[in-house]
């Protein structure tokens, strides 16, 4: 399943073309609707996802915001997207804390990524180790 998805990332990415490099963090509403839903499919687990909404357009979705009771709480405190040659790293930190309500935590962040060029892989590390991704998908 994880080399049909790797295959899938890489042929959506080589059909791309060039445009201008940007990030953005954004929210789900006012974004189109298939993006919409899938936050929707995924938002009830954990994890790191990433929607290719064009061959010039992606989404990282991070979330942290479901936590049992008795359990720490993580957030986000940091998220940038280097790219190594034709590599697109997604870099992001978290921590815990047992502050379930604290609003100034990131729980949940969506960031929208504007490619410059191909990129062959994407790969996504949290706290400087590699993670996969939870889900792949896209138009």
């Not at 061959?55 to 940038?80: C, H, M, R, W």
Request: with cysteine; glycine share 6%; aromatic share 10%.
């Amino acid at each position: 399943m994880k080399k049909l998805v790797t295959f899938l990332v890489v042929v959506i990415l080589l059909s791309g073309c060039n445009s201008e490099l940007t990030l953005s963090k954004v929210t789900p509403k006012g974004n189109n609707k298939t993006l919409q839903s899938f936050i929707t499919d995924v938002q009830d687990q954990n994890g790191v996802y990433l929607y290719l909404d064009n061959p010039k357009t992606v989404y990282i979705y991070l979330n942290e915001k479901n936590v049992l009771q008795g359990e720490k709480s993580t957030y986000f405190t940091d998220f940038k997207v280097v790219t190594e040659g034709d590599t697109l790293n997604i870099l992001y930190n978290s921590d815990e804390t047992t502050d379930y309500s604290n609003p100034s935590l990131n729980h949940e962040l969506l960031y929208k990524r504007k490619l410059d060029k191909k990129y062959d892989t994407i790969r996504s590390f949290q706290n400087g180790e590699e993670v996969s991704f939870n889900v792949v998908s896209g138009k």
